[in-house]
């Protein structure tokens, strides 16, 4: 299968993955460049010409930020699917995430890293070159930016880089993916609260009112940091739902029975049991059928009829192992999904239930 791909425009590749612009990320430098250019006190060509320089300078802060994620991710072995920039920011994508906590706490601190690393060769630069003029106030900006992006990103809820790294810390100390990630985005939230708190209220401190800029910065903070907390909360909860099954807490007990076996024969074997499969000459499973349809049949006609007129025909290899994890348990249901409508659960070569694909589904939701 194609890997799907972010839309948006492509202009460049790193390490064979694409770096794709979004159309929103435009959307956010014009928005920027006007409050940038607002920030002065008044709007002028000048000020907007500044503005967008800013912005630029920012989202290029955003993409080297993205670069070290992906440039870290190669060096530990994983795979990148794509960088992009979006509305609010950016994101490295794998094609395998991480699997071990290490990698992921590493490849996640490489990006506020690189912001404190450009702060800090800016901060140089203006005391060794001590620039003048828009050159000195850019390059001020890319300095505070930097900082403010390092710090903001190392703060320890999901979304930010600091949230993986939590996340890593708890998936590492109780050997649970999920419950790190649900530690991390719960503080996540938290941190959405706090840092959104803080922009707003910290001018009162000062005896002001919140800007334009503090009102901006407050609104992009909190609908990222909510909604991505919130999210993985969703994802993680799910993540646990998932571990917690397995091929034998979805499955139905059933009775291996003969092809060549009676409807009354049927009902004897089946006992208590719901569901029966039938066996095929070679021994292996061919159909099913149940309870309730045997007992349709009149019991005066049972001895008479065969088991195979009741029978509901299941491809071979429609199987999955009773011991089976949730993870065989997704590639069973995808693999057979729409062109079986149950499995047989085996434990080895031997019959032990049924797994109705549809109630196996419901369940992994």
Known sequence: MKEQRTPGLV???VFGAPIIVHPSSLLMLAVLAYVFAQATGETTSRTLVIGLILA???????????????FTARLLKLE???VVLTLWG?????????????VNAITAVAGPLMNLAIAGVGAVALNLLDPSGVGRLVLLYVVQANLFLGILNALPGIPMDGGRVLE??????????????LVAAWAGRLVAVVVTGY?????????????????????IVFTVLWPASSAAIRFAEMVAKREALSVATVMKVAVPVTYDVSVADAVVAL?????????????????RFDAATLAQVPASERPSTSLQA???????????????????????????FGKTDALVALDGEVPKGVVVISEAVEALR
Do not use: C, N
Request: proline content about 7%; hydrophobic content about 45%.
């Open 168 to 181: 890593s810390l708890v998936w590492r100390a109780t050997g649970k993916h999920h419950k790190g990630m």
């Open 310 to 336: 009741v029978t509901t025909p299941m491809p071979r290899g429609a199987t999955v192992q009773a011991a089976g994890t949730s993870s065989d348990l997704v590639v069973a249901v995808r693999e057979w």
């Open 199 to 219: 922009a707003l209220l910290i001018p009162f401190a000062y005896g002001g009112r919140p800007g334009l800029f503090d009102i901006v910065v407050a609104v």
């Open 90 to 102: 950016g994101q490295t994508r794998f094609i395998t995430p991480p699997t071990k906590p290490s």
């Open 11 to 13: 202009v460049g590749r």
């Open 271 to 287: 006992g208590d049991a719901r569901y029966g499969i039938v066996m095929a000459a070679d021994g292996v499973p061919a159909g």
């Open 80 to 82: 990148v699917a794509e």
């Open 56 to 70: 630029l300078s920012l989202s290029a802060s955003v993409l080297l930020h993205e670069l070290a994620h992906a």
